[in-house]
């Protein structure tokens, strides 16, 4: 079957400009999970969903920052009001469940530039 | 606070020779332990994982870790690199009290493979 899918795979935007960034979960997983990677840096975990709801946002870095999940599949990452310093990587990865022994599949990445 | 530190930045390896990897983490139980692989343009995949038991874990592509307590590392080992291996590796940990499953990276240790 086909793993975790991000679109787009890369996105210019203007700063002050609203993104929207896209994940399509593998099938039938009821655990999302966004994460930023910043050059040179390691992952940053931002917020995760079991099924629709987000148990944990702590990793938000600020209110222009919110994600959505509808129907235990796709889930969008929207950035509001972009600032240059929001340029990155953005991960997602799905699991059967949310829980550390379930391993998380990760996507390809959507990479975000704020001029 | 939860941390996990990846002390070599960039590791450069000869083709054919041994590698090790280091990872020490900070946590206040018993750690789930993870390595990934991230090569270029491609999202992460799974090495390894450690849970619990037998402390030296197998992994794919001849990757092996092992798990040391007294020392808070899981350190990442090849007896013999080969130049696909180029890539860069993250230690990750699991979240305490297994919030939701959410991991926290390391910065990463891109790897060099020379001819």
């Known amino acids: 079957g086909a793993g975790v899918s991000q679109s787009p795979s890369n996105k210019v935007t203007e700063k002050g400009k609203d993104v929207e960034l896209r994940c399509d979960p593998i099938?039938?997983?009821?655990?999302l999970y966004w994460y930023r990677q910043r050059l040179g840096q390691g992952l940053e975990f931002l917020i995760y969903?079991?099924?629709?709801?987000?148990?944990?946002k702590s990793g938000l870095p600020s209110d222009r920052f919110s994600a959505e999940r509808t129907g235990e599949s796709v889930s969008t990452l929207t950035i509001q009001r972009t600032q240059q310093e929001d340029s990155a990587v953005y991960l997602c990865?799905?699991?059967?469940?949310?829980?550390?022994?379930?391993?998380?599949?990760f996507g390809p990445g959507t990479r975000l530039t704020v001029l | 606070a939860q941390s996990v530190t990846q002390p070599d930045i960039h590791i450069t390896v000869s083709e054919g020779a041994s590698l090790e990897l280091r990872c020490n983490y900070s946590?206040?139980?018993?750690?789930?332990l993870f390595w990934y692989v991230q090569s270029p343009g491609q999202g992460l995949q799974l090495l390894l994982k450690?849970?619990?038991?037998?402390?030296l874990v197998q992994g794919i592509k001849g990757f092996e870790a092992e798990f040391k307590r007294s020392q808070s590392s899981f350190n990442l080992r090849k007896p013999s690199v080969h130049w696909s291996d180029a890539a860069e590796y993250f230690c990750?940990?699991?979240?305490?009290?297994?919030?939701?499953?959410?991991?926290?990276f390391g910065q990463g240790t891109e790897l060099s493979v020379k001819p």
């Open positions: 946590y206040g139980a018993t750690p789930y």
């Open positions: 969903f079991q099924g629709n709801s987000a148990p944990d």
């Open positions: 990750a940990v699991g979240a305490l009290y297994n919030q939701g499953g959410k991991l926290i």
């Open positions: 450690y849970f619990s038991g037998d402390t």
């Open positions: 099938s039938g997983h009821t655990a």
């Open positions: 990865a799905s699991s059967t469940r949310a829980g550390s022994t379930d391993t998380q599949y």
